[in-house]
């Protein structure tokens, strides 16, 4: 199969190092402490957190740092007549633990002993790259909940079709079953926070790819400060200062 | 700019979903015309003088591809809604489109109008899909004019009426491709068109010239719908047909539904299938499955025999002696399902090579001509043909491409494609025997050569240091092969050891530390499969860097090779054997004449001519253990010939002689090969790349059974043992006999094949004729890829290198085995089809008489076997076409054909003197003819 052809244009018209139009927007959710919706093309998640709050379950509190949940989940809809597996399958508890992870390491826990924080995801439609959007959803959410944090945590994936390496795969070229690098970064600290990778690439390619994916997430990154700047401006504003 | 293309597509399931994808439109698509001011030019691909620029719609593409390819048509913009349409529809087309658009020499850019803002268009409701992508071409062909207004002329070529008609009236400059052409005035192109089917009817008959006298021939083609649910219903069968090359009136259906073939006799049965398309077979009713044979024979006519080398093996052999036309025997063909086909379901149709059939005046007037094409293939009918240039090609080889076949046509209609030189040319004849077989010849490309390390090239260092590879340079390595080889594989070393044992060593060129999976150089070697041997040319697998210098293990050269050692007993008993990758330094690259006369000459005592008389004593015993095992010593009629350097002419001709030399390397090969096998079967049961010979079935020896029995020989064939012995005692009073039987033992077996072990089970990797359990190639790389991956398998086994990951992909395996037993073919069949070219040209200037003899009856006459030559062919009693005039009868029994008087008679076997001389029976068309002195 022919993902890219040799004008360089992939199926959808992009080439090769080119994202899908990416859009952001907080305050999504007005009963959560934080929310928000981002869309990497036809890939839509929302994001919600709550929090620091609370420790529900008294014996899971931690006296030194807070305690960060998340929940991932699919809405039925999300792809389609595609294959759908009911909540709680491997695979959403799979990403559940990875979108966890990744925004602990940014979170500063410390600040907010016996506390707990929620963060929920719901991807609303899938078209590839589902992880990085819930990170990136995760991230604005946490912002919007004004909860502190190192730095922001954005992700982008990368793949290897057709010897070229590919930014931000969609569906169809995801389901190539080639390589797919799937990269979450603190931008300001420079600092990898999720890297994972089907498939097996060799390692001069790897790098190649990974060094996309970099690109690719600090592009979004400079996306989302935009938005929080717009957000911040707007905030501004209502108050009337 | 994005813009969302939603359909609905039925899934695999059958359930239907609605798709929504993205789809982006850009502003940085060019227009590639160099002379543009507003794009970027630096990718454009037009000439900057074009006055026309060309946009062919789907159809014009699909159809005309043997025109577009025409130097004639250049400047010509393809856009992407046609590239995707034509990819759809045909792969073959869509690949040659592409091989036009990236080759630089021509003048094709490729415009992604899907993908540009301005000639995207959206779905119009009530639009079906051909009418949408049919805007999209007039959009952007409008596009262009727009665009490049004033500096060229945009023209749509388009033989949709009514996509010509919307064009005019959208104020596009279009034509059809026939009006094109003709306002190119270039006659000779107008040959490439391509007739529509519509036309058909109308047009005059080459065959026959009498309107009234067409009528259906062939029964209509089920539709597609039908066919689907008739193969669900198990009444119809879907398999693809494979027509009997040396009778073309039938052809075989394998159907994997009744699990067996199915046989279709006569051109009324096939209903217009071609070899290779995939069909639908019905089957005739039970009553009907063996009188149709008799039948067939009957309505068709003839084909012609011509005189051919003798075969080497079933393959080469006609499939059923029957079929030869001897039609007063009534072969009992018992339960043999036949069956006709009902529709075609995937056509097979490309371009064949082959001349214009012989006429005495040409048919038709105003300078267009109809003529019959007759391909080299004989699987393929004649193929109708008009052209404007008959007197020039009657005496050309040409390559001719099938267009259509309606149910009115004896024979389908085709175009003229190119000419490729003038028949019997001997560079002709040349690249017409490797175009027949599919044999790459182009150079090898950049991307290729790239791989290669640079020259000149020697044993380094790093070479010697490393751990991996043992320091063989010492010992006394010498190669024995045939004269004047400049791809030396293999060399052999045999040392005395002080306990009274030989360690003897095979050294293979190590091949596959150059040549490194997944680079352009492997996939190039992958794709070719084997180098190809023609008696004046070769045709090389790998570059000719490593194929004659850097690989081949030449004398006084340090060279890398991959080496199987063993400790022997002086019996020739194995005691151990170790497999490492070498440095070693030939000492003598010997001819098998120079070994021979070392080995002969008893005054020579020197190291070496020890060495090879060890070597020889121990792989005599090796060969008479194997045969005691029951391993077949076939006889093959390998020719050689004696080129004049000068003319390159053949000079003379003569069987190849086998000598003990080329035996007892023979030996160690097969042995090396033997040891490889197990032990990479042991590390990679799964993956390992190995040949097999399937036993040969009792019918399969019928013919050798029947000859046997006709000259009371009792041949027993129950297992390759039994008839290896039964051969051994096949001796007669004159001493040719034993090797006669034996050469027609050879020609009922078929030939060995690869195989991915993971496909069989272990006891169908049996290799008969050499009676060997496990076998594979090892010996050979630098001319054939199987060689290569068993190299790879060996060093991983080895653990010296891991296991490339394709050998993880069982189907990609399977399908690298399926190619190199088709490209071995062949290289085979060509390798033939030019000893028998050059045997025609040794013949024109010396008609001979000879010895030969009778290897079949036919009821006009027999089938001869010339000895001296390798050759067989028809000796006529009777003139062609009168055959069975009641002069002759044949006794099928005794295979014999006597004379109605009693005076003369012929038997299988026999010795009879014959005349060869080359005739010319019509014009052009010389064929080796043997008749009785
Ligand atoms: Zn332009």
Redesign the pocket.
Known sequence: MEYVSPEGLRLDGRRPMEMRQIRGEIGVVDKADGSAVFEMGNTKVIAAVYGPREVQNRSQQMNDRALVRCEYTMANFSTGDRMRKPKGDRRSTEISLVIRQTMEACIMTHLMPRTQIDIFVQVLQADGGTRSACINAATLALSDAGIPMRDLVTSCSAGYLNSTPLLDLNYVEDSAGGADVTLGIMPKLDKVTLLQMDAKLPLDIFENVMQLAIEGCKAVATYIREVLLENTKQLEYRRGT | MLQNKSFVKRTRGGKITKVVREHYLRHDI????PV?K??DTSGARLSPTASTILIFDTNVVLHQIDLIENPAIEDVVVLSIVLEEVKNRNLSVYNRVRALCSNSLRKFFVFSNEHHKDTYVTDMSGESKNDRNDRAIRVAAQWYQT??AGSAKVLLITNDKENKRKAIEEGISAETVESYVRSLSKPELLDLLVQPASEDVKMEDAEDLRPSKRKVIYSEHKPMSEITSGLHRGIYHQGKLRVNRYNPFEAYVGSESIGDEIIIYGRTNMNRAFDGDIVAVELLPQDQWHEEKSLALADEEDEEEDVHLVPGSADDAPRTIAAQGSAGITEPVQNRPSGRVVGIIKRNWHSYCGSLEPMAKPAGGGGIAHALFVSKDRRIPKIRIQTRQLENLMDKRIIVAVDSWDRLSRYPSGHYVRTIGVIGDKDTETEVVLIENDINTRPFSSQVLACLPPLPWFVSSEDLANPIRQDLRQLRVFSVDPPGCKDIDDALHCTALPNGNYEVGVHIADVTNFVHSGTPLDDEASQRGTSVYLVERRIDMLPKPLTEDICSLRADVERLAFSVIWEMTAEAEIISARYTKSVIKSCAALSYIEAQARMDDSRLMDPLTTDLRNMNSLAKIMRARRIERGALTLASAEVKFEIDTETHDPLDMGMYQIREANQMVEEFMLAANVSVAEKILKHFPLCSLLRRHPSPTREMLEPLLRTAAAIGLNLDVSSSKALADSLDSAVGDDPYFNKLIRILATRCMTQAVYFCSGDLSPPEYLHYGLAASLYTHFTSPIRRYADVITHRLLAASLGIYKLPTIFQDGPRLTSIADNLNYRHRNAQMASRASVELHTVIFFKKRPTDTEARIVRIRSNGFFVFVPKYGIEGPVYLTPRGEKGSGEWYVDEQQQKIRKMDGSISYSVLQTVFIHMEIVEPQPNRPKLQLSLV
């Open positions: 060019y227009c590639g015309a543009c507003v794009c665009h490049l």
